[in-house]
């Protein structure tokens, strides 16, 4: 069974840094476009087509960032651990969200999600 399992949520104030890893584990063969997304305000139910992309990094290194997080975030990846990263700096209070890690591995797999808490 192949899991994306995520760390590194937490909170922070205003302004700080946090970093968040995922690691794929499992009988993973081949990994494609890895990324972040948040359960964004406007899906309480928190269904997977209504969160908001974050940053996305494919096989070929080339990213798209969210124009949110533009110039603060940045997202790498690692093929040889299976994983992928996003180092957010200059956190803002509406960063706070819960962020998902998201990897194409024959189809589309999601880790179950980690809280980051941006304070005032």
């Known amino acids: 069974q192949v899991r994306l399992v995520e760390s590194g949520g937490g909170t922070v104030q205003a302004g700080g840094s946090l970093r968040l890893s995922c690691e794929a584990s499992?009988?993973?063969?081949?990994?494609?476009?890895m990324g972040w997304y948040r359960r964004g305000t406007g899906n309480p139910r928190d269904l997977v087509a209504l969160?908001?992309?974050?940053?996305?990094?494919?096989?070929?290194?080339?990213?798209k960032y969210s124009d949110s997080v533009k110039g603060r975030f940045t997202i790498s990846r690692d093929d040889a651990k299976k994983a992928v990263f996003l180092q957010m700096n200059n956190l803002k209070m509406e960063d706070t969200d819960v962020y998902y890690c998201?990897?194409?591995?024959?189809?589309?797999?999601w880790g179950q999600g980690t809280q980051v808490t941006v304070s005032a």
């Open positions: 969160r908001d992309l974050v940053a996305v990094i494919r096989t070929d290194g080339s990213i």
């Open positions: 998201q990897a194409v591995m024959g189809v589309d797999t």
């Open positions: 499992g009988n993973v063969v081949n990994i494609g476009t």
